[in-house]
Each structure stands twice: as C-alpha cells, then as structure tokens.
C-alpha cells in the first residue's frame, strides 16, 4: 500500500466517523428533550460526552489525510481550496 492509499482510507474514515457523530448528536438532543427525570437526561448528556470526543477527532482526521493526499498527489486545485474555506467556516 502507498502513502496515498492509506490517506485514503483515513479520510474516508474520518468522514465516516463525522456522520455517526452527527448521528449520535441528533439521538442525544432527542432523547434529552423527551427525558422527564433527571437521571435519565444525565444518560443522554453522556452520550452528547463521546460526541465531543468523536467529532473533532473525525475532523482532525480528514483535515490531516486530505491535506497529506493534497501536498504529495493531487495538487492545489480549485474545489480543494473551496473545500477548505468551507472547512473554516
């Protein structure tokens, strides 16, 4: 395996790591806003803990492989650099 492919394979790994952390979001505050007690809106706010752990290091991660496959193949055309504004905002 090259370096590229295992960049790759990172990216896509980290995009797929964004999305179930999104998803997991998105059950928490629904469980949240249905919870009565308190005990179990502590359950969801767990669940919203490993959020916080997931999301960014998914996104660390596909910043980190796509800049790597932008530096040593693909080059510095325009959609990437599109891509990276909407990154920042």
């Known amino acids: 395996m ?3 492919t295992i960049a ?3 990216h896509i790994v980290g995009a797929l790591g964004m999305f ?3 998803a997991l979001e998105s059950v928490a505050w629904a469980g949240l806003r ?3 007690a308190v005990q ?3 359950g ?3 669940l919203l803990g490993l959020v916080r752990r997931v ?3 998914s996104l660390g991660l596909i910043l980190v492989a796509g800049l790597y496959m932008t530096a040593t193949v693909v080059g510095w055309t325009a959609w990437i650099l599109v891509a990276l504004a909407a ?3």
């Open 20 to 22: 179930v952390a999104l």
């Open 40 to 42: 179990e809106a502590r």
């Open 2 to 4: 090259t370096g590229y």
């Open 8 to 10: 790759l394979f990172l």
């Open 34 to 36: 249905r919870s009565a």
């Open 55 to 57: 999301g960014p290091a």
């Open 87 to 89: 990154f920042v905002v």
């Open 44 to 46: 969801w706010l767990g």
